[in-house]
């Protein structure tokens, strides 16, 4: 079974053991202690008895840390999230623009065809086919 050798020997050498005391706490020889430190291979029943020497759980001599079940692990690194992000923003600010500028084309068009309906009424109102008439005299529902 492969185990993380690094990770033995750093906290082997966190605790001021020498091979031969992990082997001994842990009985195991030291031979044994040797060969996981250097080939980072080891029996279930090794890896367990170390564990329990060092007084951590076996799955941290395998390099799996465990992980809080509310906190996944993340498939997206953060510089392609960060470029995800930049991405979408960058999308929002150029519809916002699109939105701007056509509004405001589209509100100066109505404005300009506006004013020239009403310049036209006020000059010859029988050519509009209406009459000024101020907007509180204007019927809610015509017709």
Known sequence: MKIDARRIRALREAR????EHLATVAG????TVQRLEAEGKASHESRMAVAAALDIDPKQLAGIETVPASAPASAV???DRAKII????SLMLAA??????????????TALRDNRINETCKNTPAEC??????????????G
């Not at 001021?16 to 091979?19: E, L, T």
């Not at 930049?86 to 923003?89: A, H, K, Q």
């Open 77 to 79: 690194s953060p510089v």
């Open 28 to 31: 195991l020889s030291p031979r």
């Open 86 to 89: 930049l991405w979408i923003v």
């Open 96 to 109: 916002i623009m699109f939105q701007l500028v056509a509004g405001f084309i589209l509100g100066r068009d």
């Open 129 to 142: 086919g209406r009459q000024l008439r101020p907007y509180w005299e204007i019927p809610a529902n015509p």
């Open 16 to 19: 001021g053991w020498s091979q």
